[in-house]
């Protein structure tokens, strides 16, 4: 896959895309202070971002994270994806469309922690799978992210979130549409959550 490319990202783009947050996890509430995944993003924002994105494909869908050792579930939505009405959808292709997701990993002191040692063991995978990582270390917001093969798992102060997706061109996915689609979506989204997520005590 080519490497993504933090100079082909639309900044001008990301700097003026309409705010919807802050959106605040609240640290002492545990999962119980954390938003819904799904409000971290919109339609017109991900249009703002790349303009062949004309709108959503239905509603977002949330999905509420099992938490850890307990049989229960996070009260709101973990993780959110959007599926995507676009300029370059083949016709007659179904129900099968292009898509972002965002996914809040962890929002504790202890978080930094954890994103430091995932970053730490992909990266050390990279001299043998260079396609499956990439380092930002200084994006907008603030924030740090790496690829691994899928997406971007970033680190905002002690919020944990990762953003992926697809772009769907035809029925056989091309590499070069990954690699573009990292550099026009999914790091400018990166760069706009990460601008308006933030904790509180």
């Known amino acids: 896959m080519p490497r993504p490319n933090i100079n082909d990202v639309n900044q001008a783009a990301v700097k003026t895309t309409k705010k919807l947050g802050p959106f605040v996890f609240s640290l002492s509430k545990s999962f119980a202070g954390w938003p819904s995944a799904c409000p971290l993003l919109n339609g017109s924002q991900l249009h703002h971002l790349f303009p062949a994105i004309v709108s959503l494909h239905g509603a977002p869908v949330g999905t509420r994270a099992e938490i850890m050792g307990s049989g229960k579930k996070t009260?709101?939505?973990?993780d959110c994806e959007y599926n995507l009405n676009t300029t370059f959808e083949p016709a007659g292709y179904g129900n099968t469309v292009s898509w972002v997701d965002v996914s809040v990993q962890g929002a504790d002191s202890g978080t930094p922690q954890i994103w430091n040692?995932?970053?730490?063991?992909?990266?050390?995978?990279?001299?043998?799978?260079p396609e499956q990582y990439a380092y930002y270390p200084s994006l907008l917001g603030g924030t740090r992210c790496f690829y691994d093969?899928?997406?971007?798992?970033?680190?905002?102060?002690?919020?944990?979130?990762?953003?992926?997706g697809d772009k769907v061109t035809d029925g056989n996915f091309q590499t070069v549409d990954e690699a573009m689609w990292l550099d026009q979506v999914v790091i400018p989204t990166a760069e706009v959550v990460a601008a308006e997520v933030r904790t509180a005590p």
């Open 117 to 129: 040692m995932s970053w730490q063991q992909q990266k050390s995978t990279a001299h043998k799978y």
């Open 149 to 164: 093969g899928n997406g971007l798992e970033c680190l905002k102060g002690d919020i944990d979130f990762w953003v992926g």
């Open 75 to 78: 009260p709101r939505p973990t």
